[in-house]
């Protein structure tokens, strides 16, 4: 069974950056696409960014330009750094297979907030 364990989140003023990881156990990690996806309090989860097996990126409009998605194949893992960080970005954030074929993790919350 697939395994996603995500970190990195935290409390962080607006307009500040962080920098969520994502380990995953599975093998041939390297051929699968991968995406991080969050959920607001009392909102839908929802797709953020998505990564192919060669790289190519795409994301929501809401995080263009401030987000960047990327990956290591040697070392299994999955990255998330946002820049200009805003109160509405503030949710639990989960990553997976895009699509989210796996179980999902326990997430790590992020709050922007002064």
């Known amino acids: 069974q697939v395994q996603v364990v995500e970190s990195g989140g935290g409390l962080v003023q607006p307009g500040g950056s962080l920098r969520l990881s994502c380990a995953v156990s599975?093998?041939?990690?390297?051929?699968?696409?991968m995406g991080w996806y969050r959920q607001a309090p009392g909102k839908q989860r929802e797709s953020v960014a998505h990564i192919t097996s060669g790289g190519s990126t795409n994301y929501a409009d809401s995080v263009k330009g401030r987000f960047t998605i990327s990956r290591d194949n040697a070392k299994n893992m999955v990255y998330l750094q946002m820049d200009s960080l805003k109160p509405e970005d503030t949710a639990v954030y989960y990553c997976n297979g895009n699509p989210p074929l796996y179980s999902w993790g326990q997430g790590t919350q992020v709050t922007v907030s002064s």
């Open positions: 599975r093998i041939g990690f390297s051929i699968y696409p």
